[in-house]
């Protein structure tokens, strides 16, 4: 009989049923396994209840969120999960046979730290955006970095999370990561890379939609730095510095190799920053001052 851990894994959905259930079955394949596999439901259908109820038998469950996006459904599940420990994971991605049993052992014994692990390309990795693939263990604390905390393959003590404040829900499409990481780490809190913690991103979307995917990551990048300017912190400045220099690298690339629009994020996160700049400085015109658990 496979060992249950008393962790819970969380996955928000938009209603992707084939992804989710490749998704649900890797967590059944798991050894150990959780103990619950919540599932937050932001479609508005019934289609993900009725494939839920199918891994019923592996702890699946689902509560629905009437909003959209990760950060709403972040919140909600750590509001709603029965274990305190929590990984983790997006509807679009798989989970190595150890993931579970990794993150148990990784955070047991030191729930005040936030682990984050490598995602790799199912698919084409030229169309599977949000991975990372380093082999080596870096511990990021001490470090104001913004971009190392990937919610697709993460590992939480959820009282600590929630007591911090959780995930900003004023970022709706992206960078919710980004701002709980880069606050999580001007705290003073401990944020380790693992690459033995392991998922794979699914190579699911068009080349259209890769497009416009990288385009809202830079505006949802561009309101993450709005909000820190907004409260006088000019490291953001070096941040947007990066990002150009990036992005004209990115074009520079696609010029001389005549790669695809949609196989580079750089071009596209550079076109994103300059309009959620503006949204954002708009979106926390109120927020000057830091929030004590920000």
Known sequence: MTEVAQISVVIPTIGRTESLRACLESLAQCDPRAAEVLV???????????????FESV???VIRS???????GMNLALREVRHDLVLGTHDDCTVDRSWVGTGWRLMAGD???????????????????????RLFRHDFTGELVNGVLYPNNMALYRPMVVAFGGFDERFDVAAEDNDLCYRWLRAGHRLHYEPELLVWHHDIRSHEELERLYVGY?????KLY???LRRGDLRMLYFIAQDVSRGLRGMAVRALLRR???ADERPGILRGVPGGLVAGWRLFRDDRRPRERD
């Open 111 to 133: 729930p005040e730290k936030l682990v984050s692990g490598r995602v790799l390309p199912y698919g084409d990795p030229r169309a599977t955006p949000s991975t990372k693939d």
């Open 66 to 72: 009437d909003q959209r996006g990760i950060s709403v």
């Open 218 to 222: 830079g505006q949802a990048q561009g």
């Open 59 to 61: 702890g699946a469950r």
């Open 260 to 262: 695809p629009r949609w």
């Open 226 to 228: 709005a909000k820190h």
């Open 40 to 54: 937050v439901d932001q479609s508005g259908g019934d289609a993900i209840s009725t494939l839920v109820a199918e």
